[in-house]
Nanobody, 126 residues
Framework: QVQLVESGGGSVQSGGSLTLSCAASGYTKTAYCMAWFRQSPGKEREGVAAVQRGGLTSYADSVKGRFTISQGNTENTLFLQMNSLKPEDTAMYYC????????????????????WGQGTQVTVST
């Protein structure tokens, strides 16, 4: 059973930065894809950034140039560096892993992700 644990959320003023971390356990192979999703009240969960085995990445248009996804030296660790944060980035952020399959055309879709963390809250104030 894959377990994902996020950390690093918090409250920050507009223009500030945060780094989210995700640690995976219970899985001995490298996930096909790992990603960050976010969800705010009343909205659907949206893909923010994803990285596929081999290093290819995808970003939502709303975060391009501001957020950077990366993997740690330890397999199945994941980071999200968030710079120039805006109030509209306020949401619960979730780490996700696709351990069975991951199509490049839908890296930012939740469809292929079969393991999810509990989430970490990010709040950006004006």
């Amino acid at each position: 059973q894959v377990q994902l644990v996020e950390s690093g959320g918090g409250s920050v003023q507009s223009g500030g930065s945060l780094t989210l971390s995700c640690a995976a356990s219970g899985y001995t192979k490298t996930a096909y894809c790992m990603a960050w999703f976010r969800q705010s009240p009343g909205k659907e969960r949206e893909g923010v950034a994803a990285v596929q085995r081999g290093g290819l990445t995808s970003y939502a248009d709303s975060v391009k140039g501001r957020f950077t996804i990366s993997q740690g030296n330890t397999e199945n660790t994941l980071f999200l560096q968030m710079n120039s944060l805006k109030p509209e980035d306020t949401a619960m952020y979730y780490c996700a892993a696709a351990t069975e399959i991951c199509y490049s055309s839908r890296r930012l879709s939740p469809r292929d992700y079969n393991a999810w963390g509990q989430g970490t809250q990010v709040t950006v104030s004006t």
